[in-house]
């Protein structure tokens, strides 16, 4: 939905959710409460991004190193992702969302890994938005995870050493077939990537908000494109403009 005031919309948007245990704190509520209120500013996100023609959003829900929480607030997080799957998968599915689910998958307990498998196998020929859910996540895990696979493919006879490039190893991450994002927001003031997306990041825009993220809504994520969009963006080069002074001079 490109707009005079908005010429340019991302096409991968990722989501670092930050600061609902400190809204929750600052009202004296459980943080329980801060994280689903967290879930509905999913919500508005997502309609948000699908109304302004983003083709992908990625949200970090749980990162591997989340298991470090209390065992209450793991079963809160754990719970609310249960019961996002099972209350708005048929309505994402009917809205023509695609989900994908990136991180590390071995080892999860209980159900949520087969209601992963269920959301992403049941939307998987959607052509909407696809959302991207970052659940047991950490690039360098991810990371990890591309490498050994390829140095078992050199291992086998299959792959010279030689032939390992960075397409290879964006082929073998999780987010494979998924371009970069373009545009990574974190929310509450904090200014750092903890672990999310270190290899897609290289030339994404950094847009850091002070507000919580139960706060986040359609006007935060059209205030962030904004910003987005008047970024010049150069990925190493020279920006358009210096490009065509360069070609006139
Ligand atoms: C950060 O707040 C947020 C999280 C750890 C997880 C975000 C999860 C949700 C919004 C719910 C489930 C997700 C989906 C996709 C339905 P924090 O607890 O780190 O806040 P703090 O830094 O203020 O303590």
Same mark, same amino acid.
């Given at each position: 939905?490109?707009?005079?005031?908005?010429?340019?919309?991302?096409?991968?948007?990722?989501?670092?959710?930050?600061?609902?245990?400190?809204?929750?704190?600052?009202?004296?509520?459980?943080?329980?409460?801060?994280?689903?209120?967290?879930?509905?500013?999913?919500?508005?996100?997502?309609?948000?991004?699908?109304?302004?023609?983003?083709?992908?959003?990625?949200?970090?829900?749980?990162?591997?190193?989340?298991?470090?929480?209390?065992?209450?607030?793991?079963?809160?997080?754990?719970?609310?992702?249960?019961?996002?799957?099972?209350?708005?998968?048929?309505? *994402?599915?009917? =809205?023509?969302?695609?989900? #994908?689910? !990136? %991180? @590390?998958?071995?080892?999860?307990? $209980?159900?949520?890994? +087969?209601?992963?498998?269920?959301?992403?196998?049941?939307?998987?020929?959607?052509?909407?938005?696809?959302?991207?859910?970052?659940?047991?996540?950490?690039?360098?895990?991810?990371?990890?995870?591309?490498?050994?696979?390829?140095?078992?493919?050199?291992?086998?006879?299959? *792959?010279?050493? =030689?032939?390992?490039?960075? #397409?290879? !190893? %964006? @082929?073998?991450?999780?987010?494979? $077939?998924?371009?970069? +994002?373009?545009?990574?927001?974190?929310?509450?003031?904090?200014?750092?990537?903890?672990?999310?997306?270190?290899?897609?990041?290289?030339?994404?825009?950094?847009?850091?908000?002070?507000?919580?993220?139960?706060?986040?809504?359609?006007?935060?994520?059209?205030?962030?494109?904004?910003?987005?969009?008047?970024?010049?963006? #150069?990925?190493? %080069?020279?920006?358009?403009?210096?490009?065509?002074?360069?070609?006139?001079?």
């Amino acid at each position: 939905m490109a707009t005079p005031d908005l010429p340019i919309i991302p096409e991968h948007v990722a989501v670092i959710m930050d600061g609902n245990g400190r809204w929750a704190n600052k009202r004296g509520l459980p943080r329980a409460i801060g994280h689903s209120k967290g879930v509905e500013a999913v919500r508005e996100t997502v309609r948000a991004a699908g109304e302004a023609g983003v083709r992908y959003l990625t949200l970090f829900a749980f990162s591997s190193e989340n298991w470090s929480r209390p065992e209450d607030e793991i079963n809160d997080l754990l719970g609310l992702l249960r019961r996002f799957i099972r209350r708005d998968l048929a309505e *994402l599915h009917r =809205e023509n969302v695609r989900i #994908r689910v !990136i %991180g @590390d998958k071995q080892n999860l307990r $209980g159900d949520i890994l +087969p209601l992963l498998l269920e959301a992403e196998e049941t939307t998987r020929l959607n052509t909407g938005l696809t959302v991207v859910i970052a659940f047991n996540y950490g690039a360098r895990n991810e990371i990890t995870r591309a490498v050994a696979k390829l140095a078992r493919e050199v291992e086998a006879g299959r *792959l010279k050493a =030689e032939d390992i490039d960075a #397409r290879s !190893i %964006g @082929d073998n991450l999780d987010t494979a $077939g998924i371009p970069d +994002p373009d545009l990574i927001i974190r929310t509450s003031g904090e200014e750092r990537l903890s672990n999310f997306l270190l290899w897609q990041a290289a030339y994404s825009e950094l847009v850091f908000l002070p507000e919580y993220w139960p706060d986040f809504n359609r006007q935060l994520f059209f205030d962030a494109l904004r910003i987005f969009a008047s970024r010049d963006r #150069r990925f190493g %080069g020279l920006s358009a403009k210096t490009a065509a002074a360069a070609v006139v001079g």
